[in-house]
């Protein structure tokens, strides 16, 4: 159970870091592509959604995210594995908007239902505005697909020329679903046995009786209806908490 938590907004960081660059730094570096991450299948993920983003868009890897403290209690402390942030057209100077891109390993139900907690609570907090929960399966086995659905869910974070590219690169499977802003759930189906399938799969499948698909699990700050049952909220909304700067 998470312990109850203060109104006081989450503060967000790089691991590791003293303290972030400012923002014009930030933009001058854009979308890079920077290892070392912290496994493969993050790798994975970043090297391929780089090539999609704004060129404004900033790609940040293991941030740290801080939770404030209940009455008697510390604070706690998150790592996610990407995070995009984005300016917000429109809003105040330097305001951006966050969206995590986490890797899951765990099956379980009780795996789930912590995840469930813990994204709703960083929503809540407004540590990021949207929370990805992709399976390193599909990410290693249908990249394009799994992007491909998120440029239709926030078009915003990705370029023009990435969101063409995606659709291209996306399958027949994919291109046919049409995703609603506070969906938070999307499930591609595939043939048993289709050209993609890899033969280890294909057995896996048959084995078990289940067909091949791609699960891309999404949270939305906005549609709290969908996520609140499940947040350790703070006494009173909070609006993001912007970067720390240098110095």
């Known amino acids: 159970m998470l312990r109850p938590l203060h109104s006081r907004p989450a503060r967000v960081r790089p691991a590791g870091a003293q303290s972030s660059p400012d923002w014009a730094s930030a933009l001058a570096a854009g979308p890079h592509y920077e290892p070392p991450y912290p496994g493969a299948v993050q790798d994975e993920l970043a090297w391929h959604l780089v090539k999609y983003l704004r060129d404004d868009a900033v790609l940040r890897s293991e941030v740290e995210v801080e939770v404030p403290p209940g009455a008697g209690h510390g604070p706690a402390f998150f790592t996610l594995d990407l995070v995009v942030e984005v300016p917000v057209e429109g809003g105040a100077e330097g305001a951006v908007r966050r969206v995590a891109f986490e890797t899951d390993s765990g099956r379980s139900l009780r795996d789930h239902e912590r995840r469930l907690r813990r994204d709703a609570t960083l929503l809540a907090h407004g540590a990021v505005d949207t929370v990805y929960r992709l399976r390193g399966s599909d990410l290693l086995g249908h990249m394009a697909d799994v992007l491909y659905l998120a440029s239709q869910w926030d078009a915003d974070v990705f370029s023009e020329r990435g969101r063409i590219n995606l659709k291209t690169l996306a399958s027949p499977e994919a291109r046919a679903l049409t995703v609603r802003p506070e969906q938070p759930s999307v499930l591609v189906p595939y043939a048993l046995g289709g050209a993609d399938e890899a033969p280890e799969r294909h057995l896996w499948h048959v084995a078990n009786g289940q ?33 720390r700067k240098a110095g």
């Not at 209806?225 to 499940?230: E, F, I, L, N, R």
Request: cysteine-free.
């Open 211 to 243: 067909a091949p698909h791609v699960l891309v699990r999404r949270l939305d700050r906005r549609f709290e209806s969908v996520w609140g049952p499940y947040a350790e909220r703070p006494l009173r909304r909070v609006e993001p908490a912007p970067l």
